[in-house]
């Protein structure tokens, strides 16, 4: 009977280990990274929709992202779409291809991104301790039902802290990791 509710609050607590890094993924680091550009949107013919369906992206040099939509009459939605984003970021395009140039952060903007990284891992620990919080409720609940016994529930109560714990270790880990990457220069 634990072992499921276990693994459903395992389950909820990878998934937003999983979008605290998709989210860093979107935090400029000072070299070229396609993923920067996945939450990007297009207006394609009066449908928003994401750069990577109508482009190849890549990043041939470490200062340079280079997007090669499959329709070149794209480009000016491609450029507009990059200026009304958040990134920062100057698009140039030969009628071919778009170019954006990852500029050198400064020492500030480099500070101010840390903080952005802290902000969001608190925020994923604030999440993994909530999915905790049910997991405990739901624990409290099955021996309150008489499913499992008053020793099971502590050592259940146990098991769901050192999880937690677990995934908060991880967090720490990866936001130390992609302090590391802004700091570098």
């Known amino acids: 009977m634990t072992t ?27 070299r070229a990274n396609p993923s920067l550009l996945d939450r990007v949107e297009v207006d394609y013919y009066g449908v928003m929709t994401p750069l990577r369906q109508i482009s190849n992206v890549s990043a041939p040099e ?5 997007i090669q939509p499959w329709d070149a009459n794209v ?3 491609i450029e507009k779409a990059i200026l009304s984003s958040d990134l920062g970021l100057n698009p140039s395009n030969d009628g071919k291809v778009v170019r954006l140039v990852i500029p050198q952060l400064t020492e500030e903007r ?3 991104l840390t903080k952005l990284v802290s902000k ?4 994923a620990k604030v999440n993994i301790r909530n999915i905790r919080r049910d997991l405990m409720d739901e624990i409290k609940k099955l021996e309150k039902d008489k499913a499992i016994t008053e020793d099971e529930q502590f050592q259940a109560e146990d098991k769901a802290q050192k999880l937690t714990d677990d995934m908060i270790k991880d967090i720490d880990k990866i936001a ?3 302090q590391k990457e802004i700091m570098e220069i």
């Open 4 to 30: 499921q509710v276990f693994k459903a609050a395992e389950e909820k607590m990878n998934k937003s280990i999983e979008v605290y890094k998709e989210d860093l993924g979107s935090i400029r680091a000072g």
């Open 62 to 66: 470490p200062r340079l992202i280079q």
């Open 75 to 77: 480009i000016p939605a």
């Open 110 to 112: 480099r500070k101010d």
């Open 120 to 123: 969001n891992a608190e925020d």
């Open 176 to 178: 130390e990791e992609k």
